[in-house]
C-alpha cells in the first residue's frame, strides 16, 4: 500500500518524493560502481607496472564515467523536501565538475604533471560529496563507490 501512495504523489505531482529521488539517485550511481572501481584497479595495476598509456586511458574512463554521473543526478527532479539537504552535495559536484574537465584535457594532451595535481584537488571534493551523500543516507553515491 505505501508504494501505491508513493506512485500515486509522483504521478500527482510530477515530482518523487525524497525516498523515490534517493532510490533514484542511489540506482544510478549503483550501476557505474562496477565501472570506476574497475578502472581504479587498473589506474594502481597500470601505475604499478609503469605503463603511462593505460594509466592515464584508466583515469580519463573513470573521469568521463563520474562527469556523466553527475550529469545523470542533476537531471533528477528534487523534491522540494529533499533541496536542502541536496544543496551542498550539489554544491560540491558542480565544483568538481570544472576540476573533471580539466583533467580530461590534462590526461588527452598526456600532461601528467597536471593531471595528477586536479586529480588531488577532486579527490578532496570527492571525499567531501562522499561524506554528504553518506550522511543523506545514499552511501550508492558516495562510500560505497570508493
Known sequence: MRSALALVFVVASGTP?????????????????????????????????????????????????????????????????AKPRMAPILKKLHATDPLIRSAITADKKRNALTLQALIKRINVLGVAANRLFDGYGIPDCGSKQS
Open 17 to 81: 518524493g525524497v525516498p523515490a529521488y534517493k532510490a533514484h539517485l542511489a540506482s544510478i550511481c549503483r550501476a557505474n560502481t562496477p565501472s570506476l572501481k574497475l578502472y581504479t584497479r587498473r589506474i594502481v595495476e597500470a601505475q604499478q607496472k609503469n605503463d603511462v598509456d593505460a594509466t592515464l586511458l584508466n583515469y580519463r574512463l573513470a573521469l568521463e564515467l563520474g562527469l556523466k554521473q553527475d550529469t545523470s543526478i542533476y537531471a533528477v527532479p528534487i523534491p522540494a523536501a
